[in-house]
């Protein structure tokens, strides 16, 4: 399975979103053929930070800055996004975008593993982004699992689909099944059953873009 929606009902939401300004004009160009969340999820990120109305984000994975921009954009100039990146021109290319699109004093750039990270920075979080190697999503959830805040929502991307996981093997886990699968698909069906089961958080996987699951912590 490659594709989560039909391709007229991507034109449809496409067609429904504003037009992009200069600078994500310029980073959709630079993310051909890169994995980014793309541009229906990212306005999708946007539209949670404002309900949550968001002060503080996290992400685990940021690559050049993509979802980051978007979570920026809807940051008030006193909040704080932290990006996380081993690529070193990566994270100097997320700079250099959030400069450009004004937002640069709302980012922490941290360089190196994401899983260092989120110790030096402590909680309550509103948005965290899980979206970095596929296998540490379990990992991840459990160190920033208790730095959420109240009515704040933990979103994992790729949550249905990548270039990496089974989505048949994830889906037999789900439904109650046992079968043989890569650590990355591992990964995402041990993340996603924990949510399920998990007390504090009510958790909806939406079906945009490569499939989010969205969790919100009660």
Same mark, same amino acid.
């Given at each position: 399975?490659?594709?989560?929606?039909?391709?007229?009902?991507?034109?449809?939401?496409?067609?429904?979103?504003?037009?992009?300004?200069?600078?994500?004009?310029?980073?959709?160009?630079?993310?051909?053929?890169?994995?980014t969340?793309?541009?229906?999820?990212?306005?999708?990120?946007?539209?949670?930070?404002?309900?949550?109305?968001a002060?503080?984000?996290f992400?685990?994975?940021?690559?050049?800055?993509?979802?980051a921009?978007?979570?920026? /954009?809807?940051?008030?100039?006193?909040?704080?996004?932290?990006?996380?990146?081993?690529?070193? /021109?990566?994270?100097?290319?997320?700079?250099?975008?959030?400069?450009?699109?004004?937002?640069a004093?709302?980012?922490?750039?941290?360089?190196?593993?994401?899983?260092?990270?989120?110790?030096?920075h402590?909680?309550?979080?509103?948005?965290?982004?899980?979206?970095?190697?596929?296998?540490?999503?379990?990992?991840?959830?459990?160190?920033v699992?208790?730095?959420v805040?109240?009515?704040?929502?933990?979103?994992?991307?790729?949550?249905?689909?990548?270039?990496?996981?089974?989505?048949?093997?994830?889906?037999?886990?789900?439904?109650?099944?046992?079968?043989?699968?890569?650590?990355?698909?591992?990964?995402?069906?041990?993340?996603?059953?924990?949510?399920?089961?998990?007390?504090?958080?009510e958790?909806?996987?939406?079906?945009?873009?490569?499939?989010?699951?969205?969790?919100?912590?009660r």
């Amino acid at each position: 399975m490659a594709d989560i929606l039909p391709e007229e009902t991507k034109r449809f939401v496409r067609a429904a979103l504003p037009e992009p300004d200069e600078t994500l004009k310029a980073m959709e160009e630079r993310g051909e053929g890169f994995p980014t969340v793309g541009r229906e999820v990212g306005q999708f990120l946007r539209l949670l930070a404002h309900v949550t109305d968001a002060k503080r984000i996290f992400e685990f994975g940021s690559g050049f800055g993509y979802s980051a921009y978007w979570f920026a /954009d809807a940051l008030p100039e006193d909040g704080q996004i932290v990006l996380t990146e081993y690529d070193t /021109d990566e994270l100097r290319e997320a700079r250099g975008y959030l400069e450009s699109a004004g937002f640069a004093d709302r980012a922490v750039f941290e360089h190196g593993d994401a899983m260092d990270a989120i110790e030096r920075h402590d909680g309550p979080f509103d948005v965290v982004l899980i979206d970095h190697n596929k296998d540490g999503y379990p990992e991840a959830l459990d160190a920033v699992r208790d730095k959420v805040a109240p009515s704040g929502v933990i979103v994992a991307d790729n949550a249905m689909v990548s270039g990496v996981q089974d989505f048949d093997a994830i889906l037999a886990a789900l439904e109650g099944n046992d079968p043989e699968m890569d650590e990355e698909s591992r990964g995402i069906a041990e993340y996603l059953l924990a949510m399920r089961d998990d007390e504090e958080f009510e958790t909806s996987v939406i079906p945009l873009g490569e499939g989010i699951a969205v969790s919100y912590r009660r």
